[in-house]
């Protein structure tokens, strides 16, 4: 083997090990980058107590009833029971218009599972017809709007009116798929949102009297809660 062919093998291994050596510099940037990049923040709106004690009993003409049929199936509530930290579910009456049932489930690290309690989920495996979703911006505050759906749910001669919203740290993602991006989106910005499902229904055939009732009731809720309840409602910057 010559002095040049000898010179040529040492050029091309030096010339490896420094790809080697680029290759493996950025290999540890882009892993630092996406060290630095992993979701840190926690955004919650109870860091603290629980639900029961972040929602008022009364709420503007409403107290809270003895007893409401709240669709739950068993499958539903043992679902619910492995991702969910906390559920509650209430019956509230004001003396005049039918019962409004109450039901919020919160995890403080949404994962991605809010869905169970959605009423698409929910109410189908429990025998009914659900009728197509209504989209709406229900006021919770003057300055507050959250982005709520609004749909029948039908069984027989029950006849249950309901609206509902998800809430993702600041975000009220309609949807599955808009819930997935919503916790994308916060991800990337370094947060890690907690989850809030909020559903609110009554029984009667009456839609125009149930919506007036439900949206009634939602913003004297908030405005009832203690500042918890507010941010659990409508987000950790609401209150």
Not at 52 to 60: L, S, V, Y
Not at 214 to 224: I, K, P
Request: glycine share 8%.
């Amino acid at each position: 083997m010559s002095v040049a062919d000898v010179s040529q093998g040492e050029r091309v291994a030096g010339d490896q090990s420094r790809r080697e050596l680029l290759l493996g510099g950025a290999l540890l940037a882009t892993a630092g980058v996406a060290y630095a990049r992993l979701p840190r923040t926690p955004v919650v709106a109870l860091p603290a107590g629980g639900i029961k004690d972040a929602i008022p009993q009364r709420a503007g003409p409403w107290r809270q009833a003895d007893d409401a049929s709240f669709v739950l199936p068993p499958s539903d509530e043992q679902a619910a029971a492995l991702v969910y930290e906390e559920q509650l579910t209430r019956a509230y009456d004001d003396g005049v218009n039918p019962t409004i049932m109450l039901l919020i489930a919160y995890d403080r690290q949404q994962s991605g599972l809010l869905q169970i309690h959605r009423p698409e989920s929910c109410y189908p495996g429990a025998g009914f017809t659900l009728s197509a979703t209504q989209p709406l911006e229900t006021r919770l505050a003057p300055a507050l709007s959250v982005a709520t759906s609004f749909l029948t749910a039908t069984r027989s001669e029950r006849v249950e009116q309901l609206i509902y919203w998800t809430r993702l740290g600041e975000a009220f993602p309609r949807d599955w798929h808009a819930q997935r991006r919503a916790i994308a989106y916060q991800n990337l910005r370094g947060y890690v949102p907690d989850g809030a499902l909020v559903r609110m229904s009554m029984i009667t055939p009456d839609a125009d009297l149930a919506l007036r009732q439900l949206t009634r009731f939602a913003a004297a809720l908030f405005a009832s809660a203690p500042a918890a309840g507010r941010r659990l409602l409508g987000g950790p910057a609401s209150a």
